[in-house]
C-alpha cells in the first residue's frame, strides 16, 4: 500500500489567493481526519470523515476553510481566501473501522506558505 | 473538550541511555492513547499504543504506562540510539465515542553520541 498521499507537497501563494489541499486516504480505511501543525499550537484536529460524511468540523478554523469528501478515495481542504497566519503544515491521516483498534495513518503533509 | 499535556518540550540523553515523556489528560472518559514519533518533514508514525484496559505495554526497546486514576501516561525508551532522535508526540482519543485524537504538544528527543 502506498500509504496516505498527500498533494502538493509544498504550496507557496499570496494572500487572498485560493488554496487548494489534496489527500488520497489507504483503501478500506472508512475515517479519513484533516490536522494542522503550526509550532505554536502543535497538531490541531480540523475535520474529520466516517464514510465521506463530515462528523466533526468544530476545528474548522472559520468560514474560509472548507472541506470536501466527495468518494472514499479523495479529500480535499479549501482555503479561500488564503492569509499568511494559514502557514502551517496541513496532514491528512486515515484510519481503520474503529480508530481506536488501529490508530491512524498520517501522510507527508502539505507545507502552506502564504505570502 | 479533552486537554493533553506533554513534558518535557525537549530532552537530551546520552546514546545508550534511557528516556522517558511523560503526558497527563483531562478527560476521564478517554480510552486509547496512542504515542506518534516525527521525523523532519515527515508525517507522525503511530509507534506505540495503549488502551484503558492495560496498564502497561511494551514493544522491544519502547513501553507505555498508563495509571487512569491519576490520569497520566508515560513513554519508555531504554538503550537509546541515534535514529531515536525526533519529535514524539502523545494523543488520547476524545470521550463519548467520538474519535478524534487531541495531541499533545511534543517533545523533540535529541540522542547524544
Excluded at chain 1, 50 to 61: A, K, L, R
Aim: charge should be negative; glycine fraction near 10%.
Amino acid at each position: 500500500d502506498a500509504g496516505v498521499i498527500q498533494s502538493p507537497r509544498h504550496e507557496v501563494t499570496e494572500m487572498g489567493q485560493e488554496v487548494t489541499l489534496r489527500c488520497k486516504p489507504i483503501s478500506g480505511h472508512d475515517y479519513l481526519f484533516w490536522y494542522r501543525q503550526t509550532m505554536m499550537r502543535g497538531l490541531e484536529l480540523l475535520i474529520y470523515f466516517n464514510n465521506n460524511v463530515p462528523i466533526d468540523d468544530s476545528g474548522m478554523p472559520e468560514d474560509r476553510f472548507s472541506a470536501k469528501m466527495p468518494n472514499a478515495s479523495f479529500s480535499t481542504l479549501k482555503i479561500q481566501p488564503s492569509e499568511p497566519r494559514d502557514s502551517a503544515v496541513y496532514f491528512c491521516a486515515s484510519g481503520g473501522a474503529g480508530t481506536i483498534n488501529y490508530g491512524y495513518t498520517f501522510g507527508s503533509g502539505t507545507r502552506l506558505t502564504v505570502v | 473538550g479533552e486537554n493533553v499535556e506533554q513534558h518535557p518540550s525537549t530532552l537530551s540523553v546520552q546514546e545508550g541511555d534511557s528516556a522517558v515523556i511523560k503526558c497527563t489528560y483531562s478527560d476521564s472518559a478517554s480510552n486509547y492513547f496512542p504515542w506518534y514519533k516525527q521525523e523532519l518533514g515527515k508525517g507522525p508514525q503511530l509507534i506505540i499504543d495503549i488502551r484503558s484496559n492495560v496498564g502497561e505495554k511494551k514493544d522491544q526497546r519502547i513501553a507505555v504506562t498508563l495509571n487512569k486514576t491519576a490520569k497520566h501516561f508515560s513513554l519508555h525508551i531504554t538503550e537509546t540510539q541515534p535514529e531515536d532522535s525526533a519529535v514524539y508526540f502523545c494523543a488520547a482519543n476524545e470521550g463519548g465515542g467520538a474519535d478524534g485524537l487531541t495531541f499533545g504538544k511534543g517533545t523533540h528527543l535529541i540522542i547524544q553520541p
